[in-house]
């Protein structure tokens, strides 16, 4: 049972460069959600799912798309990368509302935009 | 609507002293409340989280917060800080809404310095 797992660990773009992140998680979570870090402002959602084929927008899901094509896994997208997206993205998956379970996170993917 | 301050975003304490993390949630419904640790270069993982069935909480690594209604508070506290204490610890709210997805709101963080 490995969790929730990332892909890549680190990576750096180049302005207008375009990648995705994977997250996987074995746990059978409903719920999957993409967060980002930076110093000072805690984790802010970015995009979130409730169900294979959904998704939504978080607080801050300007130039990023996502897509859950499998229960499994939640893609986080940057089509054009910018700097202002240099920060670290967790991964987090959780079971439906109602049951008062916390969510369970990756161990991040630290992304450089030069 | 809910939110979370943390006050203050760093605390030092000595080894063997009390350790004391300040949370102060604003939720229009029964809130969830939660903790997180979170070691350099890791994720997040849990601590304790209060879902209403006991106002004080006791979670892992000594750790244990208590719920207060009318301060709308939920201080994380320790006895006795130990070095492998030093981590960012976060505050967090989800409310009681089906409509919700189970969000989460973290607060900025307070990161805990242990001294020897």
């Known amino acids: 049972n490995a969790g929730v797992t990332q892909t890549p660990k680190f990576r750096v773009l180049k302005t207008g460069q375009s990648m995705t992140l994977l997250c996987a998680q074995d746990m059978n979570h409903e719920y999957m959600y993409w967060y980002r870090q930076d110093p000072g402002m805690g984790l802010r959602l970015i995009h979130y799912?409730?169900?294979?084929?959904?998704?939504a927008k978080g607080e801050v899901p300007d130039g990023y798309n996502v897509s859950r094509l499998k229960k499994q896994n939640f893609l986080l997208g940057l089509e054009s990368a910018a700097p202002s997206q240099t920060s670290v993205y967790f991964c987090?998956?959780?079971?439906?509302?109602?049951?008062?379970?916390?969510?369970?996170f990756g161990p991040g993917t630290r992304l450089t935009v030069t | 609507a809910q939110s979370v301050t943390q006050l203050g975003s760093h605390v030092s304490v000595s080894e063997g002293a009390l350790v004391l993390l300040r949370c102060n949630y604003s939720s229009s419904v029964p809130p969830y409340l939660f903790w997180y640790v979170q070691y350099p270069n890791q994720g997040l993982q849990l601590l304790l989280k209060?879902?209403?069935?006991?106002?004080l909480v006791k979670g892992i690594n000594g750790f244990e917060a208590e719920f207060k209604k009318s301060e709308t508070s939920f201080h994380l506290t320790k006895p006795s800080a130990h070095m492998s204490d030093a981590a960012e610890y976060f505050c967090?709210?989800?409310?009681?809404?089906?409509?919700?997805?189970?969000?989460?709101?973290f607060g900025d963080g307070t990161t805990l310095t242990v001294k020897p």
């Open positions: 209060y879902t209403s069935a006991a106002t």
């Open positions: 799912s409730v169900g294979e084929g959904t998704t």
């Open positions: 967090a709210v989800s409310d009681h809404n089906d409509t919700n997805a189970g969000k989460s709101t």
């Open positions: 987090a998956s959780g079971l439906p509302t109602g049951a008062p379970e916390e969510q369970y």
